[in-house]
């Protein structure tokens, strides 16, 4: 019997990387969508670069996708088991992703002077230019392969080099035994418009599954473990599509129609894009001429009865700022998605970070205090999207969702919910009989302080809302000096009783140390991830993540009054820990921070603890 060369592994990251066209990400997303089916856990790391078009095999073109599959997994991992480079300067760009025993494949077919002149190499042999132990890599003729392939396929020669992706991801499926049939149906609904494109894409798949099996026998293959799941379907899904998804949950649960009123924005606007399709559920998805009247128009369809949603990124956030407080004021509900990005200004469009925290809070004139959240990973985005909708239909308030680049443009296995899973949301309509007893505007229920909700054209619900200050009880115009305090005042105290409807903030980990790790929104896997490695090494640290944020969970504060030790790692100079510390003056708040257009590595992280709790960092 002949011995098979197979080794299991718990969990593998793999790393596709090539030019902006080399279709490096929808191979990772394949690979991730077939893995997610085969019963992993996934969670991905697009790595878009930030120039549009860069020169064709240039390092500032190169793009990237990462993606960890396997059980246990909650990042995309600090370095890769293999890395995929379809050119030299994606090996010279990704090769410090690598870890040092890792693999790696390339197309030894751009390894023309060309070529490693475009990648900045000194020499004809980058492989031992960059120290590269050659044991460790595979040089596979990928363009020879691959015209071979779709020799007499009627495809013009830019269109067959458009399915080199396939190649590399055939060897890939080989090197880690996932089915091509999986990947086949994936392209025949890609391509269900273009057979003869289909048709191209599935042999260089094969060829790529065969040249591995028949040049490589030697080489050992991997196994890959899966978890004990939860009966149901599974399908990877990114946090912007999530988001997408929550909304339209929140519509079919709130009896309200959505509508979303957008201007595209990197990296938002695949939310628009999404909606955009979903006609069939009734959804209206308007792309605005500008993020002010994106605002606006959303704005509007809140007053006219609909849940409202208009989706942005930092940029876009502080231009619709005026428009947001006007929803303050008017205590209208409306759904504000900021898909977080590198800046200020323009920044890093493409890159992650954690920097709108403050501008989501405090970024009004005035007093406008709002309810802000924050998902904590791409399936989370649908939860949390659900919540953001609940919260401002049955408060009566305007509410940002705080997303970022990391999360909303990676993906995670994801179990589809049934509707029954999720409550009923409940708007605080007007009634008939409150119509009858002389319903005002600013009449409020006893136990939110929400103002109630009537459609124009209701009969006798005529009412005026709006930007200038009401009297509190007839709802006419007030320039009354304690009647505006009043009103600061009630609008201020409707948003601390959201409170009482949100989850308890929990802890994970040792959670009777003295030190707690504390995050919040989009970087919840890597400190969670590094909250279980500082545990098995005898580090004790607790650890919980925030995702409502104002108002914070009742118990909150009294948990981090608990431990000595409070750390805050984010992706900014330190945001959250500056909004803890006011709220706990008598602690001294911790930090580990990190403003590079990345997400955190586990390392950086448990590197951080260690150093605060040995006294070398400040």
């Not at 390339?106 to 031992?128: G, H, N, R, S, W």
């Not at 443009?409 to 899973?421: F, M, Q």
């Not at 995702?547 to 100079?573: G, H, Q, S, W």
Request: glycine content about 10%; hydrophobic content about 40%; proline content about 6%.
């Amino acid at each position: 019997m002949k011995e098979t060369n197979v080794k299991t592994l718990d969990r593998v990251v793999i790393r596709f990387s090539g030019d902006s066209g080399d279709g490096m990400q929808l191979a990772g997303n394949i690979f991730s969508n077939v893995s997610a089916g085969e019963g992993n856990q996934i969670s991905t790391f697009p790595d878009y670069p930030a120039e549009i078009r860069a020169p064709q095999g240039s390092l500032s073109g190169v793009s990237g996708f990462q993606v960890s599959v396997g059980k246990g997994v909650h990042t995309p991992g600090d370095e890769a088991d293999v890395l995929v480079a379809m050119n030299p300067a994606a090996l010279k760009t990704n090769l410090q992703y690598l870890k040092p025993s890792g693999i790696i494949i390339c197309d030894v077919d751009t390894f023309k002077p060309a070529d490693l002149k475009k990648a900045q190499f000194e020499t004809d042999d980058p492989i031992t230019e960059l120290g590269i132990d050659p044991k460790r890599v595979m040089l596979v003729p990928m363009t020879t392969l691959l015209r071979h392939t779709l020799e007499g396929s009627g495809l013009d020669p830019k269109a067959v080099l458009k399915c080199k992706n396939m190649l590399a991801l055939g060897l890939i499926c080989w090197l880690f035994d996932r089915p091509l049939e999986s990947v086949l149906r994936k392209l025949e609904k890609k391509f269900a418009k273009k057979p003869e494109v289909f048709d191209a894409n599935a042999k260089v798949l094969h060829a790529g599954w065969d040249y591995g099996h028949n040049t490589h026998s030697s080489m050992p293959t991997y196994r890959i473990e899966t978890m004990n799941t939860e009966p149901g379907v599974y399908t990877d899904v990114n946090g912007n599509t999530a988001t997408a998804w929550g909304l339209i949950m929140a519509s079919e649960k709130s009896g309200r129609p959505l509508f979303l009123g957008s201007y595209p924005i990197t990296p938002a606007t695949d939310i628009l894009h999404e909606l955009a399709k979903r006609k069939d559920l009734g959804v209206k998805a308007c792309q605005m001429e500008d993020e002010i009247a994106g605002v606006c128009s959303a704005i509007g369809a809140s007053y006219a009865g609909h849940l409202a949603v208009t989706t942005t990124s930092g940029p876009g956030l502080a231009l619709k700022s005026e428009g947001i407080g006007l929803a303050v004021m008017a205590e209208l509900p409306l759904v504000i998605v900021d898909v977080q990005r590198g800046g200020p200004s323009t920044g890093l469009p493409t890159k992650t970070e954690q920097t709108d925290l403050m501008q989501a809070l405090y970024g009004r004139n005035g007093e406008s205090p709002l309810c802000v959240l924050a998902a904590a990973s791409p399936t989370d985005c649908f939860t949390m999207a659900f919540q953001a909708a609940r919260i401002a239909i049955e408060h009566m308030t305007p509410v940002i969702l705080l997303t970022d680049a990391f999360i909303a443009n990676g993906s995670s296995a994801w179990r589809i919910p049934e509707a029954s899973e999720y409550p009923e949301i409940k708007p605080p309509v007007v009634t008939p009989e409150m119509l009858e007893k002389g319903w005002r505007p600013y009449d409020r229920d006893a136990e939110t302080l929400s103002r109630f909700w009537v459609a124009p054209g209701t009969p006798g619900g005529m009412h005026r809302v709006g930007g200038l200050e009401k009297d509190e009880h007839t709802s006419v115009i007030s320039t009354d000096g304690p009647n505006h305090q009043r009103m600061v005042e009630i609008r201020r105290e409707k948003i601390a009783r959201i409170a009482d409807s949100v989850p308890e903030q929990g802890v994970y980990g040792a959670v009777d140390s003295d030190t707690i790790l504390v995050g919040w929104g989009g970087t919840y896997g890597h400190l969670f991830t590094a909250c279980e490695e500082l545990n098995a090494e005898g580090v004790p640290v607790a650890f919980t993540q925030f995702r409502y944020i104002n108002p914070m969970p009742k118990n909150a504060l009294d948990i981090l009054r608990k431990y000595r030790n409070v750390i805050v790692a984010e992706l900014n100079t330190g945001m959250m820990a500056d909004y803890l510390q006011m709220h706990l003056p008598e602690k001294r708040i911790l930090r580990i921070n990190k403003i590079e257009g990345q997400p955190f590595m586990v390392r950086e992280i448990t590197d951080g603890v260690k150093e605060i709790l040995a006294g070398k960092r400040d």
